[in-house]
């Protein structure tokens, strides 16, 4: 049985770390956003990602329009604290489309489930919701690739 990713080389010699294949996504806890009209937000299971650090990528679509407030919401950081929250990284990349939203910890799929459990009726998150077309969708890792030794 294949270990949970396999080590193989790419075309330059380089060691490449291929992701498992996707599990269904699981629901954060005490999900009852419907019931509440806020969007729920799928957290990828976990899986561990080069030296045990789990990687959770999601993406949502941004409302034609919304571009600049969302731009607005990332330069003003985080609604919480990241490194109080269990994570030892977190990102926000955005488009003209789309936001991504990284978290990386030894934990990251619990830390967001915890966090999304508690703050779903926060206010910023409402707001993030109000610019988004759908909850935002956990992306997949098809590749990653990291330097050794």
Do not use: C
């Amino acid at each position: 049985m294949e270990s949970q990713s396999a080590t193989h080389v790419n075309r330059f010699g380089s060691p490449v770390s291929r992701a498992p294949a996707a599990r269904a996504p699981v629901r954060a806890r005490g999900d009852s956003a419907s019931r509440r009209g806020t969007a729920a937000t799928a957290v990828p299971r976990h899986r561990e990602i080069g030296d045990a650090v789990q990687r959770l990528v999601l993406v949502g679509t941004l409302k034609e329009g919304s571009a600049g407030r969302a731009r607005d919401l990332v330069r003003g950081g985080p609604p919480f604290d990241p490194g109080e929250r269990g994570f030892d990284r977190h990102g926000v990349y955005l488009t003209t489309e789309h936001v991504t939203f990284i978290f990386e910890s030894d934990a990251a799929d619990a830390a967001l489930r915890d966090l999304l459990a508690e703050r779903l009726d926060s206010e910023a998150f409402r707001e993030w919701s109000s610019l988004l077309e759908g909850p935002p969708q956990p992306a997949l890792e098809g590749y990653y690739w990291k330097r050794t030794g």
